[in-house]
Nanobody
């Protein structure tokens, strides 16, 4: 089992920045891929960014150049640095990890609201 605790969401004006964090505990030795997804009201959950154990990253087209995903393996934490935020980035952001045998775990979600 892997437990995930997210932090860093909030209200920010358009053009602003936020940094999300997700700390993993439990069977952390089994974690392979860490990532962030988001779900806006009335929409399906969508991929934002992924990072694997080797540091390779993948981003949704809508966030490329604005968001940066990183991980600190010593702290078992994944981060999402979000810059140049837009109102359409408003959503609940969920941390996700996938273990080496394919099990998936989700965080509780953190609200990000971009509004003036």
């Amino acid at each position: 089992q892997v437990q995930l605790v997210e932090s860093g969401g909030g209200l920010v004006q358009p053009g602003g920045s936020l940094r999300l964090s997700c700390a993993a505990s439990g069977s952390i030795f089994s974690i392979n891929v860490m990532g962030w997804y988001r779900q806006a009201p009335g929409k399906q959950r969508e991929l934002v960014a992924l990072i694997n154990s080797g540091g390779s990253t993948n981003y949704a087209d809508s966030v490329k150049g604005r968001f940066t995903i990183s991980r600190d393996n010593a702290k078992n934490t994944v981060y999402l640095e979000m810059n140049s935020l837009k109102p359409e980035d408003t959503a609940v952001y969920y941390c996700n990890v996938v273990t080496r045998v394919g099990y998936k775990y989700w965080g509780q979600g953190t609200q990000v609201t971009v509004s003036s």
